[in-house]
């Protein structure tokens, strides 16, 4: 059994923009909410997840774990995305925020701005 999609599929990929690629990985995978809204991070209890918090099975992200996502209710769309660079664990990731509404993007960068772990948004172009 081959590793890699057939070469038609390849060629598919490369008329896809960042964004759609985004979108094609959220709709093959399950989104997997570890921590719902309202629940508190499980290290610092203070950390109070304002939107839902999960992470994409079946793939790796920075930490080498599934991608991480925040899970708004305007459905899976992927709208924005998170930079983050966290000096105490020595990391960045990327994280995902999937249907988010304004409210709860307002909420997700507040969630950040309480903590080390540094934060920058990045939107969809076309407003998602």
Partial sequence: MSEHP?????QRWTTLDT???ADELVQSC?????RPAGSAHPKVTSFIYPVDYGYLD???GGDGEGIDVWRGELGN???AMAWTVDLSKRNSEVKWLLGCSPREVAAIDAFYAT???AALLLFRP???
């Fill in 30 to 34: 399950q989104v997997v909410v570890d």
């Fill in 19 to 21: 964004w759609q690629q």
């Fill in 77 to 79: 769309r992927v709208m």
């Fill in 58 to 60: 079946g793939t790796t």
């Fill in 126 to 128: 076309d407003g998602a």
């Fill in 115 to 117: 903590q080390p772990q």
């Fill in 6 to 10: 057939p070469e038609s599929e390849f």
